[in-house]
């Protein structure tokens, strides 16, 4: 076989066949990278699942996704007796703005739910948090905060717990 550039090459039919192979390779490879989204790009996930003897096991799940601005999170595991759970949390934020929620669930019925947002601008804040109950009982807090412009700023809290009492606290106070 003669040798051309330190490789040795068969004949020169198989040489050219080679460059083309190579160049759909390459050329596929980067038709699949140009194709895919930068949303899909970030999202990941797993599925495990262990099965032993006597009919016991588990499958278990995870999966993330995230861009910018925004990231969420879904886990859950069950078991082959029925017992397990599903939970999950995401986020959304921006300039002004930011927002979550998470959720727990048991198979047993047990679990919660929460919601948190949070907005400021232009000399105002805002927010609050939201949780509740698997068996339907609801706490939570709102806040606001207004700077009045004259060195002083408002402010109204309200807080609201598991058994339903609410307390609200307020005032105005001088702005160091």
């Known amino acids: 076989m ?6 040795i090459a068969a004949s020169a039919k198989e040489s050219i066949m080679y460059k083309h192979m190579l160049g759909f390779a390459a050329l596929a490879a980067a ?24 009919g016991r ?9 995230r861009q910018r601005g925004s990231a969420s999170v879904n886990r859950s595991l069950q078991t082959n007796n029925g017992r397990g759970y599903q939970a999950s949390r995401s986020r959304d934020y921006g300039p002004g703005h930011y927002s979550s ?9 047990r679990g919660y739910d929460s919601s948190r947002d949070a907005n400021w601008g232009n000399g105002s ?12 009982r609801t706490a939570g807090r709102s806040t606001t905060a207004t700077n009045n412009g004259d060195g002083t ?22 702005r160091p």
């Not at 990278?33 to 996930?45: D, H, I, L, N, V």
């Not at 609201?160 to 005032?171: A, H, I, M």
């Open 31 to 54: 038709l699949g990278a140009a194709s895919a989204t930068p949303a899909e790009a970030r999202q990941r996930g797993h599925v495990l699942s262990i099965q032993g003897a006597h």
């Open 153 to 174: 700023a408002s402010y109204n809290s309200t807080v609201t717990r598991l058994n339903g009492n609410t307390r609200t606290v307020s005032g105005t106070v001088p």
């Open 57 to 65: 096991g588990l499958v278990q799940t995870r999966s993330v996704s």
């Open 2 to 7: 003669p040798v051309r550039g330190g490789l």
């Open 125 to 136: 804040y805002s927010g609050g948090r939201t949780t509740t109950t698997g068996d339907g």
């Open 101 to 109: 929620d998470r959720s727990f669930h048991a198979n047993n019925g």
